[in-house]
């Protein structure tokens, strides 16, 4: 624990190397952990990439290997590891992250970039049959059913898009969709491609009741759900695209979660915790593309850069001076505070005190934990405490400060 890193990017998807070319370009001291031996997350798994702006035409591995060569351009520090928890040290500023192995290390700020994986249904089959016919990446398994018959599971973009990418190896692709005939949850452009592709097929109003085979999956049983009729159906495999469960295990109990357990997070990335940030598809959020992952990883990392220059100047200017200091909490755009501060600066002259001031909108984690909900709000600070406060005060209210 004697490393403290400026941040600390928990996953090495688009949202985390995002914020590690951010993070390191900015002089900060960058180290990203990441479980798999490849970086890229689920983008790594993608087979083509057409709506990331500015490339035209790539492969998910051939983008992220971009973003992992940036990275190393900037100097970030890369390390295999299975975070199991994350922690506030006692001084409430450093972060304390917890391996799988046991190591410990330190950081001013922590960006977790954990990302989604694969939705589990759990139909009777699809466990016992994982990695025997059953699969969750098309990327991945596409060539070992060259000529074969598969089922896919979903409707959504991922469902589509992959389907269209398997028909380059497969004989056919019979779709097995929730809603009434011609209703997909992909976008109309990802319609298209399958409804124009003679090797897909579509399975209305059903689903998947369970998966079948000896050694392999050879069939499935398809329940129609407005009859519940089961009809036998065989097939070689089955790929399920049936949405993501975000990674956050490690993060019960620590931060805000929502229902679902993605990272509640706001227009900084900051989550519950103070200096803790979250980025691409392990966020509570709209829209999970690796375009929006790359967004949030750069505007997590100036978030991170600017809260630890904020926390290191309290620290000196505050926390550890020797002689008191008074610290007014106000805004540039306020009339109040500007008219305060000439006041102020005569006052803290005077009286041979040096004046720190705090912006709350960029300092809103101080702000808020001396509960200043007034600006201006002045409060003098003796041996790192608190000694008197004024909170929205008049010019000649001032020398009760001192």
């Known amino acids: 624990m004697s490393e403290v890193y400026d941040v600390i990017i928990i996953g090495g998807g688009a949202g985390g190397l995002s914020a590690g070319v951010y993070c390191a370009r900015g002089k900060m001291k960058t180290l990203v952990l990441e479980s798999s031996s490849n ?26 290997n971009m973003f992992r060569a940036h990275c190393d351009k900037f100097g970030v520090e890369f390390q295999r590891a299975q975070v199991t928890g994350l922690a506030l040290e006692s001084d409430g500023f450093h972060k304390r992250v917890t391996t799988r192995d046991g190591e410990t290390l330190l950081a001013k700020s922590v960006i977790i970039g954990t990302g989604a994986n694969p939705r589990v249904l759990g139909i009777k089959g699809e466990r016992e049959f994982t990695a025997k016919g059953v699969s969750y990446c098309a990327t991945c398994d596409a060539d070992f059913y060259e000529d074969l018959d598969i089922i896919v599971v979903g409707s959504g973009n991922t469902a589509v898009e992959e389907s269209v990418f398997l028909t380059k190896f497969v004989n056919s692709v019979r779709m097995v969709v929730l809603h009434d005939e011609g209703i997909l949850d992909a976008d109309r452009t990802a319609q298209e491609q399958a409804y124009a592709n003679d090797k897909i097929s579509f399975i209305w109003n059903s689903c998947v009741d369970e998966i079948c085979g000896d050694e392999l999956v050879n069939g499935v049983k398809i329940k129609n759900l407005k009859t519940g009729e089961i009809t036998d159906e065989a097939c ?21 979660l929502s229902k679902g357990g993605y990272i509640v997070v706001d227009d900084k990335q900051e989550t519950s915790m103070p200096g803790v940030y979250g980025a691409g598809d392990v966020c509570d959020k709209f829209l999970r593309q690796v375009v929006t992952a790359a967004g949030d990883g750069a505007v997590a990392a100036v978030a991170a850069d600017r809260y630890v220059q904020e926390e290191e100047h309290w620290s000196e200017s505050v926390l550890e001076a020797e002689k008191d200091v008074l610290v007014a909490f106000w805004s540039p755009v ?10 102020l600066e005569k006052m803290a002259a005077e009286n041979s005190l040096r004046l720190v001031t705090m912006d709350t909108y960029k300092s809103r984690n101080i702000a808020d934990r001396y509960e200043v909900s007034q600006i ?27």
């Open 39 to 64: 970086t890229g997350g689920q983008c790594a798994k993608t087979s083509e990439l057409e709506n990331y702006p500015g490339i035209v035409e790539s492969t998910g591995p051939g983008l992220m």
């Open 236 to 256: 070689d495999g089955v790929f399920m695209f049936v949405g993501t469960v975000p990674m956050t295990d490690f993060l019960k109990d620590t931060i805000e």
């Open 334 to 343: 306020d009339p109040k505070s500007l008219e305060l501060m000439p006041h």
């Open 376 to 402: 201006p709000t002045v409060i003098r600070f003796s041996q790192g405490e608190p000694a008197s406060r004024l909170d929205a005060p008049a010019a000649d209210q001032l020398e009760k400060l001192v």
